[in-house]
């Protein structure tokens, strides 16, 4: 794929996902990938494309934050032919899980838990 092609593909790619200004409160710009989603090559070339720099680094779990993440997440980890490990609110997973309390450049994240299996030497 060519520089030209590769900015045209992205180009598109963009296209499917939607701004919707001041959603869910005054400034806040959401990103909807409902369009993006629905289209399934679209949707493949977006997954392979998040899995891509990680092919040969010997992943064998992708870890992922719910909503989009579970979304996106879980077909990064087949195109990688690796687990997936879903990260979410304290309490929200009925098993044994870990916790850990994150930041972020937008500041303090709340803890989130994850079931992390015994077999994840190195995630992405």
């Given at each position: 794929?060519?520089?030209?092609?590769?900015?045209t593909e992205y180009e598109r790619l963009r296209s499917l996902i939607r701004d919707i200004p001041d959603y869910p409160k005054p400034g806040i710009v959401f990103k909807d990938i409902t369009p993006l989603l629905a289209d399934a090559a679209a949707l493949t070339q977006t997954t392979e494309a998040l899995?891509?720099?990680f092919r040969d680094l010997g992943v064998t779990h992708v870890v992922a934050i719910e909503s989009r993440g579970f979304i996106l997440g879980a077909p990064v980890?087949?195109?990688?032919?690796?687990g997936f490990i879903p990260v979410r609110k304290p309490g929200k997973l009925p098993?044994?899980?870990?916790?850990?309390?994150?930041?972020?450049?937008?500041g303090p994240t709340p803890s989130r838990s994850t079931p992390t299996p015994r077999t994840a030497r190195r995630a992405c």
């Open positions: 794929m060519t520089t030209r092609d590769a900015v899995a891509a720099p980890a087949e195109h990688l032919h690796a098993s044994v899980t870990r916790r850990k309390s994150m930041s972020s450049n937008t």
